[in-house]
Protein backbone atom coordinates (compact mmCIF):
# COMPACT_ATOMS: atom_id res chain seq x y z
CA UNK A 1 0.00 0.00 0.00
CA UNK A 2 1.14 3.60 -0.84
CA UNK A 3 -0.07 6.38 0.78
CA UNK A 4 -0.15 9.83 -1.20
CA UNK A 5 -0.16 13.24 0.63
CA UNK A 6 -0.43 16.16 -1.37
CA UNK A 7 0.66 19.70 -0.21
CA UNK A 8 1.25 23.30 -1.85
CA UNK A 9 -1.86 24.42 -2.41
CA UNK A 10 -3.05 28.06 -1.34
CA UNK A 11 -5.01 31.19 -2.55
CA UNK A 12 -3.58 33.29 -5.39
CA UNK A 13 -4.21 35.70 -7.75
CA UNK A 14 -4.79 35.19 -11.69
CA UNK A 15 -1.97 34.94 -13.11
CA UNK A 16 -0.10 33.70 -10.04
CA UNK A 17 1.79 30.34 -9.95
CA UNK A 18 1.60 27.39 -7.31
CA UNK A 19 3.45 24.37 -7.39
CA UNK A 20 1.75 21.24 -5.80
CA UNK A 21 3.46 18.06 -4.35
CA UNK A 22 2.48 14.95 -3.93
CA UNK A 23 4.35 12.68 -1.52
CA UNK A 24 4.40 9.00 -1.73
CA UNK A 25 4.91 6.82 1.56
CA UNK A 26 6.83 4.30 -0.06
CA UNK A 27 8.56 3.82 -3.78
CA UNK A 28 6.60 4.77 -6.57
CA UNK A 29 8.87 2.60 -9.04
CA UNK A 30 6.00 -0.23 -9.75
CA UNK A 31 2.95 2.11 -10.20
CA UNK A 32 2.01 1.99 -13.88
CA UNK A 33 0.79 5.65 -14.07
CA UNK A 34 0.87 8.86 -12.10
CA UNK A 35 -1.50 11.68 -12.72
CA UNK A 36 -2.90 14.84 -11.28
CA UNK A 37 -7.04 15.48 -11.07
CA UNK A 38 -8.68 18.59 -9.68
CA UNK A 39 -12.71 18.62 -9.25
CA UNK A 40 -14.68 22.05 -8.66
CA UNK A 41 -17.58 22.45 -7.09
CA UNK A 42 -20.46 21.37 -8.78
CA UNK A 43 -18.61 19.40 -11.65
CA UNK A 44 -16.99 16.13 -12.22
CA UNK A 45 -13.95 15.05 -11.18
CA UNK A 46 -11.33 15.92 -14.13
CA UNK A 47 -7.81 14.89 -15.59
CA UNK A 48 -4.98 17.56 -15.72
CA UNK A 49 -2.22 15.61 -16.16
CA UNK A 50 -0.63 12.00 -15.80
CA UNK A 51 2.81 10.74 -16.80
CA UNK A 52 4.22 7.26 -17.36
CA UNK A 53 6.59 5.24 -14.72
CA UNK A 54 9.89 6.88 -17.10
CA UNK A 55 7.98 9.90 -16.86
CA UNK A 56 7.23 10.99 -19.88
CA UNK A 57 3.95 13.02 -19.92
CA UNK A 58 0.76 10.69 -21.37
CA UNK A 59 -1.62 13.00 -20.91
CA UNK A 60 -2.38 16.86 -20.99
CA UNK A 61 -5.78 18.56 -20.77
CA UNK A 62 -5.95 21.27 -23.58
CA UNK A 63 -6.93 23.83 -20.56
CA UNK A 64 -3.53 23.49 -19.13
CA UNK A 65 -1.55 23.40 -21.41
CA UNK A 66 1.36 25.48 -21.75
CA UNK A 67 0.47 26.37 -18.01
CA UNK A 68 1.15 23.37 -16.00
CA UNK A 69 3.72 21.11 -15.54
CA UNK A 70 3.81 17.27 -14.18
CA UNK A 71 7.67 16.34 -12.61
CA UNK A 72 8.88 13.43 -10.58
CA UNK A 73 11.86 13.01 -7.74
CA UNK A 74 12.00 9.38 -7.64
CA UNK A 75 15.06 10.03 -4.64
CA UNK A 76 12.29 12.21 -2.55
CA UNK A 77 9.27 9.75 -3.77
CA UNK A 78 7.60 13.03 -4.76
CA UNK A 79 5.58 14.16 -7.77
CA UNK A 80 4.91 17.76 -8.17
CA UNK A 81 2.40 19.94 -10.56
CA UNK A 82 4.15 23.32 -11.56
CA UNK A 83 0.98 25.43 -12.06
CA UNK A 84 1.66 28.87 -13.89
CA UNK A 85 -0.87 31.85 -15.39
CA UNK A 86 -3.17 30.30 -12.90
CA UNK A 87 -6.65 31.74 -14.14
CA UNK A 88 -10.03 31.42 -11.79
CA UNK A 89 -11.32 28.74 -14.06
CA UNK A 90 -7.99 26.77 -12.38
CA UNK A 91 -9.99 27.24 -9.11
CA UNK A 92 -10.73 23.26 -8.01
CA UNK A 93 -9.39 20.34 -5.08
CA UNK A 94 -6.55 19.14 -6.69
CA UNK A 95 -5.35 15.10 -6.27
CA UNK A 96 -2.43 13.23 -7.47
CA UNK A 97 -3.51 9.92 -8.07
CA UNK A 98 -1.32 6.21 -8.67
CA UNK A 99 -2.48 3.52 -10.62
CA UNK A 100 -0.85 -0.35 -9.64
CA UNK A 101 -2.91 -1.99 -12.23
CA UNK A 102 -3.55 -0.01 -15.59
CA UNK A 103 -0.79 1.69 -17.76
CA UNK A 104 -1.82 5.30 -18.39
CA UNK A 105 -4.82 5.94 -21.10
CA UNK A 106 -5.04 9.40 -23.15
CA UNK A 107 -7.28 11.07 -21.95
CA UNK A 108 -6.48 9.68 -17.93
CA UNK A 109 -9.64 8.61 -16.42
CA UNK A 110 -9.93 8.63 -12.78
CA UNK A 111 -11.39 4.83 -12.52
CA UNK A 112 -8.40 3.49 -13.51
CA UNK A 113 -6.61 4.88 -10.45
CA UNK A 114 -5.93 2.90 -7.28
CA UNK A 115 -4.68 5.61 -4.93
CA UNK A 116 -5.70 8.81 -4.49
CA UNK A 117 -4.46 11.84 -2.06
CA UNK A 118 -6.64 13.44 0.20
CA UNK A 119 -6.87 16.73 -2.18
CA UNK A 120 -5.15 20.34 -1.70
CA UNK A 121 -7.27 23.08 -2.47
CA UNK A 122 -6.23 25.94 -5.22
CA UNK A 123 -7.95 29.30 -5.23
CA UNK A 124 -7.32 31.42 -7.89
CA UNK A 125 -9.00 35.03 -7.65
CA UNK A 126 -9.78 37.97 -10.17
Known amino acids: QVDLVESGGGSVQAGGSLRLACAAS????????MGWFRQAPGKEREAVVSMYPGASISYIADSVKGRFTMSRDNARKTLYLQMNDLDPEDSAVYYCAASWRFYCTAPARAEKFDLWGQGTQVTVST
Open 26 to 33: RDTISLKC
